[in-house]
C-alpha cells in the first residue's frame, strides 16, 4: 500500500513558476514508476507527466514539453513537478499518481495509486 500526498499548488499569475511535491508513504516508493496529471474545470483528467522508477526515464504530454520537469528523490520518497511559464490553461487540479513496476505511462488506468490532488489557479 502506499500513500501520497500532494503539495505546493496554489494562486500564480502568468508567467510564474511552481513546484509541486508528492510525498509517498512506505518504504517501496523506488519501486513505482511515478506520473502527474491534471483535471482542469470541466474537463476529463489528463497526464501531464511521468518519470521511472530510477528516475533515469521520463515522458512528457506535448502540450506541457519544455514547461514541466518532472524529478524525482527516492531517498526522500519524493517526487515533484516544477512548472514554468504558467498560463491560465494550467489551471487544474494536478494529481500525483503511482505504478509498480519500472516504466511511467501516460494511461491512468495503469496506475494503482493516486494522491487526492492540489489545485493550481493561473491568474492572466
Known amino acids: 500500500q502506499v500513500q501520497l500526498v500532494e503539495s505546493g499548488g496554489g494562486l500564480v499569475q502568468a508567467g510564474g513558476s511552481l513546484r509541486l511535491s508528492c510525498a509517498a508513504s512506505?518504504?517501496?516508493?523506488?519501486?513505482?514508476?511515478m506520473g502527474w496529471f491534471r483535471q482542469a474545470p470541466g474537463k476529463e483528467r489528463e497526464f501531464a507527466a511521468g518519470?521511472?522508477?530510477?528516475?533515469?526515464?521520463?515522458f512528457y504530454a506535448e502540450s506541457v514539453k519544455g514547461r514541466f520537469t518532472i524529478s524525482r528523490d527516492n531517498a526522500k520518497n519524493t517526487a515533484y513537478l516544477q512548472i514554468n511559464s504558467l498560463k491560465p490553461e494550467d489551471t487544474a487540479v494536478y494529481y500525483c499518481?503511482?505504478?509498480?513496476?519500472?516504466?511511467?505511462?501516460?494511461?491512468?488506468?495503469?496506475?494503482?495509486?493516486w494522491g487526492q490532488g492540489t489545485q493550481v489557479t493561473v491568474s492572466s
Open positions: 499518481a503511482a505504478r509498480r513496476g519500472p516504466w511511467t505511462t501516460a494511461t491512468e488506468a495503469d496506475y494503482d495509486y
Open positions: 512506505g518504504r517501496t516508493f523506488s519501486s513505482y514508476a
Open positions: 518519470i521511472s522508477r530510477s528516475g533515469g526515464g521520463t
